[in-house]
């Protein structure tokens, strides 16, 4: 009887000793892997921190975007709501750039200007306005609008202000 119950006993697994064995040299082939990755990687790095150094010299010697014969021009700045929801109010402050100095008065040019901006303004929603690319859309719909107003006199609306309230 009493060897029936040692053959119905689970056979014992791996001992304790031999499981941290494993553990141990999993670690080691893990950490040489690492180690050997990282100086066949090495150089790879150092050789784009020279070209990203590099790119930045290029990009400080660049001339500036703006040339001297260019102009600028402050618009009176717009207070409108927006279409929805319509208790929601937004104020635009901008400037215009102009892309050579203009021949004409540029009085009646930017209060068409702002006129066309004030009804753009009205068409839009909060949702349109939200995070970075929106700003960005209204910055490039605003300037597409200018471009078209002066037939192309203006190269480009700065926006120095825009609070939605």
């Known amino acids: 009887m009493a060897d029936?119950?040692?053959?119905?006993?689970a056979p014992k697994g791996p001992s304790l000793v031999v499981i941290l064995a494993l553990v141990v040299g999993l670690?080691?082939?893990?950490?040489?892997t690492g180690g050997g990755l990282g100086l066949f990687l090495a150089p790879t790095v150092s050789e784009a921190k020279k070209e990203e150094e590099a790119k930045k010299e290029e990009t400080e010697e660049?001339?500036?975007?703006?040339?001297s014969g260019q102009r600028l021009k402050t618009l009176q700045?717009?207070?409108t709501n927006l279409a929805h929801p319509?208790?929601?109010?937004?104020?635009?402050?901008?400037?215009?750039?102009?892309?050579?100095a203009p021949e004409t008065d540029t009085e009646e040019l930017a209060a068409k200007l702002t006129n066309d901006m004030l009804n753009f303004l009205r068409t839009l929603s909060v949702a349109r306005l939200e995070g970075p690319s929106g700003i960005l859309h209204l910055k490039t719909?605003?300037?597409e609008i200018a471009r078209i107003r002066?037939?192309?006199?203006i190269e480009e609306?700065?926006?120095?202000?825009?609070v939605v309230e």
């Not at 029936?4 to 006993?9: G, L, R, T, V, W």
């Not at 660049?62 to 040339?67: D, F, G, L, N, Q």
């Not at 319509?86 to 050579?100: A, D, M, Q």
């Not at 002066?150 to 006199?153: A, D, F, K, T, V």
């Open 4 to 9: 029936a119950d040692n053959e119905q006993a």
């Open 150 to 153: 002066s037939e192309g006199l």
């Open 77 to 79: 700045p717009i207070v």
């Open 86 to 100: 319509s208790s929601v109010f937004i104020r635009l402050e901008s400037t215009v750039i102009f892309s050579k």
């Open 157 to 162: 609306v700065v926006i120095s202000s825009l």
């Open 27 to 32: 670690t080691a082939v893990a950490g040489a």
């Open 141 to 143: 719909d605003l300037t």
């Open 62 to 67: 660049k001339a500036p975007e703006y040339s």
